[in-house]
C-alpha cells in the first residue's frame, strides 16, 4: 500500500512532500533522487511558508505525472488535470477541512515558539504524518 509506504518514508525523515511523491515516482519513470530534489522545496507548506500543505503539493506533482499535459494547446489535457486536483483538494478536505500547513498546526513554524509548540505537541508524528498518509492513500484511489 502506497500511503504505507509514505508513512515509512515520512518517518524516516524525507518532508511531507517528498513522502507522498517518492513511492509514486518509479511508476512514471522518476529516479528517487530526482524526486527528492524536485519536491525538497516544498516541504512546511512550500519552503516553510505554511501554505498549501506539503503532502498536498507532494500529490499534485503525481497527478501531473499521472494526467499532465506536454502540449501548450492541449485544453482537454489541462481540464482533465484541473478537475483531479479539484477531486484531490476535496477529499483531502473532507479528513483535515483545509489544505493549509498553518491552519493544519495551528502554529507558526518559522518562530522559535512555532517550532517549540510543533516539537513539544508532536505535530510531525500526529499531523503531519496522517496528513502524508491519507494524501497518499487518496492517490492510490484515484490512479487506480
Known amino acids: 500500500m502506497k500511503n504505507e509506504e509514505a508513512a515509512r518514508v515520512f518517518a524516516s525523515g524525507y518532508n511531507c ?29 512550500m519552503g516553510r511558508m505554511q501554505e498549501t500543505c506539503g503532502a498536498v503539493t507532494g500529490a499534485f506533482m503525481v497527478l501531473g505525472l499521472r494526467f499532465g499535459y506536454t502540449q501548450a494547446k492541449d485544453p482537454q489535457r489541462r481540464e482533465d488535470v484541473l478537475r483531479v486536483s479539484q477531486d484531490f483538494v476535496a477529499r483531502f478536505k473532507e479528513g483535515f477541512g483545509t489544505i493549509s500547513c498553518r491552519e493544519l498546526l495551528g502554529c507558526d513554524l518559522n518562530t522559535e515558539e ?28 484515484m490512479l487506480t
Open 114 to 141: 512555532g517550532r517549540r509548540i510543533h516539537a513539544e505537541q508532536g505535530q510531525r508524528e500526529q499531523i503531519c504524518a496522517n496528513c502524508v498518509s491519507r494524501a497518499a492513500g487518496i492517490l492510490e484511489k
Open 17 to 45: 512532500a517528498q513522502a507522498v511523491l517518492i513511492p509514486f515516482a518509479a511508476d512514471f519513470g522518476l529516479g528517487k533522487d530526482d524526486a527528492c530534489r524536485m519536491a525538497s522545496v516544498f516541504g512546511a507548506g
